[in-house]
């Protein structure tokens, strides 16, 4: 389970340039080398990284400015700090998993003779338990502060304070080094929000051969083409809709529903592996509530959602594995539907 998580950050999925043009190969495999990687960690200096932190939770509270408190100045400025450490930890890390140079060096030498490149370990290896495990410390500072507040609506804090503090370091690298580096800072948003760590937990307490073990190492690996599909979709269905960020074809909210989408497949698949709805009940339901009522999310947006994920999570089941699936999608949308009756009583 762990190697499917870890193939969600393979450099070689966030590659956007063809690798049959010889200058580009040539750029970025200079790029992957550990002299491109530390040419890379030195435009991102300290000051540059605890700049663009600053920055991010300016923008973050700027965008929450219409919940009351969310996050006081001291709190902004701890999770400034802890962001800055965070990211310090990233570039450490990034240096430590560049490929060798002599494997650099083999590689340039036959795209150089005109030959065709095998690139597999040329741009680094992506080790999913070693970040986690340097990262775990300052990651569990980093959510402690979402945990001890009062409003659970501050992990949508702590979440675009990082996606706005990725977009902005990020600006600072070139197009082949933001390619090689977002990886990592994929996994760090994530991790703030995605309970991958407690999938694997689970996972590893089922039988090998258990029929929701083997369901949930099939639909892992396109857990990320199923967000894309079902957000390609919701843009189609509500071609109109607006939330405070702006329309649902702007990138950084493009960015933010992907992200959600992949949270609740995370917590769905949860869900199936602890065989109970509790991690749904007890964790996302609430914060999604919590959101959508301070937002004024209609109830269009998350209807439609649930019922195109069920439908594409379903499409890519056998007959059996929906008999697996079925009960908690049912029982996700009986759970909003409840809460949406609640809550319209209460109104």
């Known amino acids: 389970m762990i190697k499917l998580w870890e193939q969600r950050y393979s450099p070689e999925l966030f590659l956007k340039y063809s690798l049959r043009d010889p200058m580009i190969c040539t750029e970025l495999l200079r790029a992957s080398s550990p002299a491109g990687r530390a040419l890379t960690a030195s435009k991102l200096r300290h000051n540059i990284i605890n700049l663009r932190c600053e920055l991010a939770g300016i923008k973050a509270i700027s965008l929450y400015s219409y919940i009351p408190n969310i996050v006081n100045l001291l709190e902004a400025k701890q999770l400034t700090k ?44 992506f080790k999913v338990e070693e970040l986690a495990e340097v990262l ?63 999938v694997c937990a689970a996972a590893a307490r ?10 949930v190492e099939e639909m892992l690996p396109v857990s990320n083409l199923i967000a894309q599909i079902v957000y390609s979709q919701l843009v189609k269905k509500l071609p109109n809709y607006h939330s405070c960020r702006g329309s649902l074809r702007d990138v950084e909210v493009a960015h933010s529903i992907n992200r959600d989408l ?86």
């Open 82 to 125: 802890s962001s800055y450490q965070i990211y310090l930890k990233i570039l450490e890390v990034y240096q430590k998993q560049a490929p060798p140079a002599a494997l650099i060096e083999e590689k340039l030498s036959t795209l150089a003779c005109g030959l065709m490149v095998n690139y597999k370990g040329a741009l680094g290896k």
């Open 136 to 198: 775990e410390p300052l990651l569990l500072e980093f959510q402690q502060q979402h945990q001890d507040a009062k409003d659970r609506r501050t992990l949508g804090f702590l979440t675009t304070q990082l996606n706005f503090a990725n977009s902005l370091l990020l600006n600072k690298l070139t197009s082949l080094e933001k390619m090689l580096i977002y990886p990592y800072f994929k996994f760090v948003e994530e991790q703030a929000a995605l309970p991958w760590q407690r």
């Open 206 to 215: 089922h039988e090998i051969g258990s029929p929701s073990l083997i369901l």
């Open 262 to 347: 992949n949270m609740w497949l995370s917590y769905l698949w949860l869900c199936i592996l602890e065989e109970s709805l509790t991690p749904f009940k007890e964790e996302l339901l609430i914060l999604c509530l919590m959101v959508l009522t301070s937002v004024g999310v209609k109830w269009e947006l998350i209807s439609t959602w649930i019922k195109l994920l069920s439908a594409e999570v379903l499409s890519r089941a056998t007959p059996n594995q929906r008999l697996i699936i079925e009960p908690y999608l049912t029982g996700i949308e009986r759970l909003f539907f409840e809460k949406r009756m609640h809550l319209d009583a209460d109104l």
